[in-house]
């Protein structure tokens, strides 16, 4: 998933074949590309390419394309050259210094200034759950696939904002920076996909769907209509709380489901044990009380508990997917089949 967000940011690109080498070492040069881009930062460094203070820059043809992020990188002071006047970007780049590069793109290098090298910058990087999910070794090269994770690690962390000059001067925390707020990327947390294009007179067009959330009262306290763009299908996630992360076209490009596993249950509905009140499952074996607002569809139309009870009246057998809330059934996303005529459903 880190690589679909990083794809979907813009931040990751391949090579001239498309190739994304993610169990190759990353270079100086492409690991402050990255850092540059997910900063929000790359069209200022389109206006700063060209001549750089290294020599060793200027005259390699295969790190043009990088004088712009080096610049920009150097004079943001994310990244500093070597004392002979080079910067190397074909070297690679070790964990502990990909690490002090989003540190001090996050404003967290006065934390580590002084600090024993690698054991300050990894220290605080740790903190900020910059290495979680990835085996680092401080002075062995990154990997690019690890320094992807690392970058997805800190994505929502908030940045340190200065405040006063000199012998005042303070560091906090700036609830409203991240490195998605400076991308103008939109993050909708805890919303429920409340209907999909699939659904019966839902007026939505192919992949729209809709995101509500709720209040603690549960009451509607925001409703969006969004494109959905994301490897997942707008039927899986149908009925889910998520986190949905939102371009500036609208687009829901990465989907991180919130509801727990346990409370997703794909069964067969036990007629017997499915009433107005409560809803039985076959492979649970076990029956949960109905929330009081909970929605049912079959085959996509919305039912009432009612109306889903009489349809056992059929003999139709009844199978798809069931969210708990709380122990109870708050959504249900069912299909009809007559019990003569069943088939595989995938």
Request: aromatic letters at 8%; proline letters at 3%; hydrophobic letters at 40%.
């Amino acid at each position: 998933p880190e690589v679909v967000r990083a794809i979907a940011l813009g931040i990751l690109r391949g090579d001239e074949k498309g190739n994304l080498n993610l169990d190759q070492p990353i270079t100086r040069a492409e690991a402050l590309a990255l850092v540059i881009r997910i900063s929000g930062l790359e069209a200022s460094a389109n206006l700063m390419a060209g001549q750089t203070k290294f020599a060793d820059v200027n005259s390699d043809p295969g790190l043009q394309w990088a004088t712009g992020y080096i610049n920009l990188g150097v004079g943001q002071g994310i990244v500093n050259g070597y004392p002979d006047g080079t910067f190397k970007g074909r070297n690679t780049v070790t964990y502990a210094e990909m690490a002090k590069m989003l540190l001090y793109a996050m404003n967290y290098g006065v934390t580590v200034e002084g600090a024993p090298w690698p054991a300050g910058v990894m220290g605080k990087a740790d903190d900020l759950g910059m290495f979680d999910d990835v085996n680092v070794v401080p002075n062995a090269p990154a990997l690019r696939g690890d320094v992807v994770k690392m970058i997805d690690n800190v994505l929502t962390v908030n940045h340190l904002m200065q405040y006063g000059y000199g012998d005042i001067r303070q560091y906090v925390e700036d609830p409203d920076t991240t490195f998605l707020s400076k991308l103008d990327v939109e993050e909708l947390k805890d919303y429920v996909v409340t209907k999909i294009d699939k659904v019966s007179g839902s007026k939505l067009d192919e992949n729209e769907i809709v995101l509500t959330k709720y209040d603690k009262d549960g009451d509607v306290e925001d409703t969006k209509t969004l494109t959905l763009i994301a490897d997942e299908s707008a039927e899986e996630i149908f009925g889910l709380k998520v986190d949905a992360w939102v371009n500036d076209d609208d687009e829901v490009f990465f989907v991180k489901v919130k509801t727990a596993a346990s409370d997703i249950l794909v069964d067969s509905v036990d007629a017997e044990n499915t009433d107005e009140n409560k809803i039985g499952l076959y492979v649970e074996d076990d029956k949960f009380e109905w929330a009081d607002n909970a929605e049912i569809y079959v085959n996509f139309d919305n039912v009432t508990k009612d109306q889903l009870v009489e349809m056992f009246d059929e003999e139709v057998v009844l199978f798809g997917k069931v969210v708990l809330e709380k122990g109870e059934a708050k959504f249900a996303n069912l299909f009809k089949f007559d019990s003569d005529n069943l088939g595989l459903v995938t």
